[in-house]
């Protein structure tokens, strides 16, 4: 069973040590809790997608503490890579690029690429220097379930499949990174994140959308991030069905109307109380997580702006409805 350590000097070593030695532990990021192993051993890896009930077809995120790890990771070093990873390096930012043979095929499923992150957090940048090796990890959560954003989600989780939770506190971010893809002639946004697609064109100019169905990064399935309960989105408060008993509501912001007095408080969460997509984006996950622990049956959530962390957030919320839809 996981216990939870403070994320203290001697306790990132011991799990540091754990790290070397083959074993995998959770540690907290700016974005999301991961759940890290050596990048360069494929059983220590089995081990993440075991614990998770990974499919084997979804790749890792390798995490890196300098650029000097590059060289040990990718082919070579594209102009957009060095100019990103110099503007947003450490944050919230993952790029994919052609890899070494050096790394497993189980951490890349296969594909002729890695993907490559340096974290800001200064718990998981420390980790992977006294590891002595890039990280590979995934959220540290079971496989298609709502991302941890605390120690605690991760102990709820996946206590029972691992042992070494750091804590490093609430991640600040709050949502995944944005990966994008290097090709030789085009970037392609694989996934929205914590960092606003805007800010990454402005450094090296277009991207174009993923135009294909393969999964080249997590969180490429047309459903993940999900709650148990029922999501559904709607465009404005009032589509939601207060009236409904069944149902708990996430709310972009604070609305301008009076909610309905029978609206008990636990009924409900406000994601940024002036409609901050900054706030909102590092709310979500944890917003989930206190209203998928209700006795509701169904989440209504409420749209929020597609710009900025905005189509991130939305990029969550749609695919969490949509793994309903399959079950």
């Not at 907290?28 to 192993?37: D, H």
């Not at 089995?46 to 082919?75: C, S």
């Not at 929205?192 to 402005?202: A, D, R, T």
């Not at 008993?245 to 309905?260: G, Q, S, T």
Request: net charge neutral; charged share 25%; proline share 7%.
């Amino acid at each position: 069973m996981a216990k939870i350590y403070p994320a203290n000097s001697e306790n990132i070593e011991m799990t540091a040590a754990t790290i070397r030695s083959g074993g995998i532990a959770a540690f907290p990021t700016e974005t999301v809790y991961g759940l890290g192993c050596s990048a360069f051993n494929p059983m220590a890896a089995a081990k993440i997608f075991e614990a998770k009930k990974r499919p084997f077809f979804d790749p890792l995120i390798v995490h890196i503490a300098d650029m000097g790890a590059i060289k040990e990771l990718t082919q070579n070093v594209d102009k957009r890579l060095a100019e990103l990873s110099e503007k947003f390096w450490p944050g919230p930012l993952t790029i994919v690029v052609k890899r070494n043979k050096a790394v497993p095929d189980i951490v890349t499923s296969g594909l002729p690429t890695v993907a490559i992150r340096m974290p800001s957090h200064p718990v998981a940048l420390e980790l992977i220097r006294r590891t002595g090796a890039p990280i590979a990890a995934p959220s540290a959560n079971p496989f298609g379930g709502l991302s941890p954003t605390r120690a605690e989600h991760v102990l709820e989780g996946l206590g029972e499949n691992i042992e070494i939770i750091l804590d490093g506190g609430p991640c600040k971010v709050g949502i995944e990174s944005t990966i994008i893809k290097i090709e030789d002639k085009r970037t392609i946004l694989l996934r929205p994140g914590g960092l606003p697609v805007e800010e990454i064109q402005s450094v090296i100019g277009k991207i174009d959308t993923a135009d294909n169905t393969n999964t080249e990064a997590p969180g490429m399935l047309p459903y993940h991030y999900a709650p148990l309960k029922t999501v559904k989105i709607v465009t404005s408060l009032k589509d939601m069905d207060f009236n409904d008993e069944e149902a708990v509501f996430l709310l972009f912001k604070k609305p301008d109307d009076r909610l309905p007095d029978f609206l008990d408080k636990e009924r409900f969460v406000i994601l940024s109380s002036t409609g901050d997509l900054k706030e909102a984006a590092a709310n979500i996950f944890h917003s989930l997580h206190k209203l998928d622990a209700s006795s509701a049956k169904k989440i209504y959530a409420e749209a929020v702006p597609k710009e900025s962390l905005g189509l991130a957030i939305m990029d969550r919320l749609i695919k969490a409805s949509k793994r309903t839809e399959t079950k």
